[in-house]
């Protein structure tokens, strides 16, 4: 994403709006303004001092911080601990999964291939994955490898997402067969709304010419030759490891430790899981145009894990992304320019340009930030689902390495946050209030009861359960829970996982007969993460599917 997320902690809409990338476009000649600054002194920055607060004023119960300047690494180190409730510090080796920050490496192992000769940028999906198809015949034909990195596919933000989150029994080759049958929100590279399905799709292509999984591929390409030994493709290579980030979640606005979501389905997405010593080699060599620090090739030259050419391919900007009016205390953070790269997120800060990308899994989130010019990379990994944490941090180190003015990014991000979620709980409650809430459904509830089908994700099922009646995806073990009646013919699924806070109102309509048409469902809450994509859905009864034939 990913893109990839808040409350989950403050989803999709916060990470954005403390991103400074949203909706409104932006003048081109547009001057950011001064942050608003505290009356009380900043604090001077101090990296344990600063990454401490954050822990505590986010709620955070981990984090690693990685730092490069200038060819060396300042900074590979941990604070906090892995799980909460527990002592286990987090250190400089400590795994965290890093979700969309896989990108950029999926990106990486392309350009690699495109100096080999093997693929080229705009060559047709097609030609190198046979099978591949769209909804429209005239995109499958036209769908490029660039264009799979890209984000301006026409697919909507997040789309088919469900296909392997939360974790899914779909396999690599079901959701790309599935790609289909998802129908576009836009026409085809008019826009910009970030997806995961094609980078899914990246992988397989990445396997298909290596002859290698997208795993293997990962470790002999990449992570062998930058010496990023502790690097793992999946959470099944974290066996037997104590030095390993536990997952944590909000459940009723209480933190928790959770399990963690596996996605082997979706690596070429969210695959890597990586530490602060690690990362660092990996800005390390982004910083340097694709060279590998201290090691020479055959012919006594500085070792490349791509050429010069590729790497500016990575941080050129391919799709512009609109740039939204940041919240009055974040002002100095909204950029002149936005667009997505391949692989990377692309702005400016500072005057500066930044190639930049964050993450987000269950329990997870992460960002990598790099100032090229400045020679500047930081990379903050987090055990918990919190934007705020790392928007405050980030800007707090590039200011002090950037020499800019200080600002108490902290407490601004901070409060942004907390009136950011009182909107939304403000909201919620203006909701329950206007709803109907003496109306009854149409129908017995034994009529609700059935399978029902949608074509890109399958089969959804409610079924009674002694007095109540639970809805199951049938592909997503842990998407099952309790529909409760909201109004009219409209229910809200309360989620048996209580720390996927992703809530959603189930809607049927009726046909002039009373029996249902079909079933509409989308999140209750705006903080709900975008990759619950239930809107997309168009579920239809099975039995209904069955007459028509």
């Not at 080759?173 to 085809?188: C, H, M, N, V």
């Not at 060279?291 to 790497?311: C, M, N, T, Y």
């Amino acid at each position: 994403m990913t893109s990839k997320h808040s409350l989950h902690t403050l989803a999709a809409a916060l990470v954005l709006a403390l991103s400074g990338a949203a909706l409104p476009a932006l003048a081109a000649d547009a001057v950011p303004a001064a942050p608003v600054v505290a009356s009380t002194p900043v604090p001077a920055f101090d990296l344990a001092t600063d990454v401490n607060s954050a822990l505590k004023t986010f709620d955070v119960p981990g984090i690693a911080i990685a730092i490069v300047k200038d060819g060396k690494v300042i900074a590979a180190t941990g604070f906090g601990v892995r799980k909460l409730g527990e002592p286990a510090p987090v250190d400089s080796k400590t795994l965290f999964e890093v979700a969309s920050n896989s990108k950029g490496f999926t990106a990486a192992a392309l350009a690699m291939l495109v100096d080999e000769g093997k693929l080229a940028w705009d060559d047709p999906v097609t030609k190198h994955l046979p099978g591949f198809q769209m909804h429209d015949s005239y995109v499958t034909g036209e769908m490029t490898i660039r264009d799979l990195l890209t984000h301006r596919s026409g697919l909507g933000l997040g789309a088919g997402d469900l296909l392997w989150w939360p974790t899914t029994t779909f396999s690599t080759d079901e959701i790309i067969e599935k790609l289909r049958y998802i129908r576009p929100a836009t026409s085809f590279r008019a826009s910009y709304a970030y997806d995961n399905l094609l980078y899914i799709v990246a992988g397989k292509i990445i396997a298909e010419k290596t002859g290698k999984s997208w795993g293997q591929a990962m470790h002999e390409r990449i992570l062998a030759p930058l010496g990023m030994t502790g690097t793992t493709t999946s959470l099944a290579e974290n066996a037997g490891n104590a030095d390993v980030a536990s997952a944590h979640s909000k459940i009723n606005g209480k933190l928790a430790a959770v399990k963690s979501m596996p996605v082997p389905n979706a690596v070429g997405a969210v695959g890597i899981n990586t530490n602060a010593e690690d990362i660092a080699k990996w800005m390390m060599m982004l910083l340097d145009g694709g060279k590998i620090a201290g090691v020479q090739d055959k012919d006594g030259k500085d070792a490349r894990l791509f050429s010069e050419k590729q790497a500016a391919e990575l941080w050129t900007a391919q799709t512009p992304v609109k740039i939204g009016e940041p919240k009055p205390e974040l002002a100095a953070t909204k950029p002149n320019f936005s667009a997505y790269g391949l692989g990377f997120q692309l702005r400016d800060y500072q005057g500066m340009k930044v190639a930049m990308h964050g993450g987000a899994l269950q329990g997870f989130y992460s960002r990598v930030l790099m100032v090229p010019q400045a020679r500047l990379g930081v990379a903050i990994l987090t055990n918990a689902e919190n934007g705020g944490s790392m928007t405050a941090l980030q800007w707090r180190i590039v200011d002090h390495y950037l020499n800019a003015r200080p600002s108490d990014w902290i407490a601004l991000v901070s409060k942004v946050e907390q009136d950011m979620h009182a909107e939304e709980v403000k909201k919620q409650g203006k909701a329950s209030k206007a709803r109907a809430a003496k109306s009854q459904p149409s129908l017995p509830l034994a009529s609700y009861d059935g399978e029902y089908e949608d074509a890109w994700y399958g089969k959804v099922v409610i079924a009674p359960q002694g007095k109540k009646h639970i809805l199951s995806f049938t592909r997503t073990p842990d998407l099952t829970g309790e529909l409760e009646h909201w109004q009219h013919d409209t229910f809200i699924v309360r989620w048996k996982e209580r720390n996927f806070n992703a809530d959603a109102y189930v809607t049927f309509s009726l046909k002039p007969d009373g029996s249902i048409d079909r079933v509409k469902m989308e999140p209750v809450s705006e903080e709900t993460d975008f990759s619950y994509d239930f809107q997309d859905l168009n579920l239809v009864p099975v039995k209904a599917k069955e007459e028509k034939k």
